[in-house]
């Protein structure tokens, strides 16, 4: 075996939701600098296109595709682009997640239950169908890479219907896992801890500029690593799961996480 090639992405195509920014630019970023040609999505173009020529600059081809991954009508034409413009697709990343508001059980609306479970869980779902269907259909196999949260296994007050949709996530992992098998096409999960992106710092927004670094630190002392991660942090694993490296490998959710589990999270 040559291991140099193990986590080569060289001559595969990968589609990433939420590639714009945070975790998934981060990857898009690595799976381009492991070879591999990488179609970006997110509602907004405007954050998709610096991405692009970032991934086209490393000398890889990139399609940057405008979709809301929680409308069904608009997942059969993201990957009707990315069929057309690459004839394939090997990696799919169900990245793209969100948390609008704070409310517990006595406050939230059906709304923010829709907005939360719509995307992070349906949208995940239906994706992964209609790229399973392309993957199964090239018999080629493939990889599909979900991106949970530690909150899945371990709930935080006031996130609720979001650590709902990560338990989900991890579910949908194992179910998409032991269906596609038969199909070599392998699901496993990467489950963050707390990660400084958009996503994260907004839960910060009240606060001045200086309160927030400071509660960001002082929230990275709860980490057995003693530090919240930084979206660099997630690549190693999201690379060996694209990859050969794992290609005995299914099913699977893994925390990658400071050690905060060893103590029941945050
Ligand atoms: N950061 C953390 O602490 C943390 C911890 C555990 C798990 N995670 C998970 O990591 C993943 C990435 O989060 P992140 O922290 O990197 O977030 P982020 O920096 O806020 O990025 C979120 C990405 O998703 C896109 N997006 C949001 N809503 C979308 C929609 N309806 N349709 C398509 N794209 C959409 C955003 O772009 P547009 O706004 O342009 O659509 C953006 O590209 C999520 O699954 C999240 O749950 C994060």
Not at 165 to 179: I, Y
């Amino acid at each position: 075996m040559e291991i140099s090639k193990l986590f080569s992405l060289e001559n595969k195509t990968a589609l990433v939701t939420g590639g714009s920014m945070g975790i998934g630019r981060a990857t898009a970023l690595a799976f381009a600098d492991a070879g591999a040609d990488v179609a970006i999505v997110s509602r907004k173009m405007e954050n998709l296109a610096p991405v692009a020529e970032e991934i086209k600059a490393k000398g890889k081809r990139c399609l940057p595709v405008a979709a809301h991954v929680g409308r069904m009508d608009q997942l059969p034409a993201i990957v009707e682009q990315v069929v057309a413009e690459f004839g394939q697709i090997d990696i799919l990343v169900n990245n793209a997640a969100t948390s609008p508001a704070y409310a517990t059980i006595f406050e939230a609306q059906e709304k923010l239950w829709d907005s939360i479970i719509g995307l992070n869980l349906k949208g995940l779902y239906f994706l992964s169908q209609a790229v399973a269907r392309v993957m199964e259909e090239k018999g080629a196999g493939g990889s599909i890479i979900n991106v949970s949260s530690i909150d899945g296994f371990a709930p935080q007050a006031q996130v609720g219907i979001y650590s709902i949709s990560k338990a989900g996530v991890n579910m949908a992992t194992r179910s998409m896992a032991l269906e596609l098998a038969p199909h070599k096409i392998r699901v496993n999960a990467i489950a963050p801890g707390a990660t400084r992106t958009k996503l994260f710092e907004g839960l910060f927004a009240f606060l001045p500029e200086d309160e927030r670094e400071k509660q960001i630190q002082q929230i990275g002392q709860a980490f057995p690593l003693g530090r919240v991660a930084v979206p660099d942090d997630m690549v190693g694993l999201m690379l060996y799961l694209a990859s050969d490296a794992s290609a005995y490998m299914t099913g699977q959710v893994v925390a990658v996480e400071g050690g905060v589990l060893l103590h029941g999270g945050l």
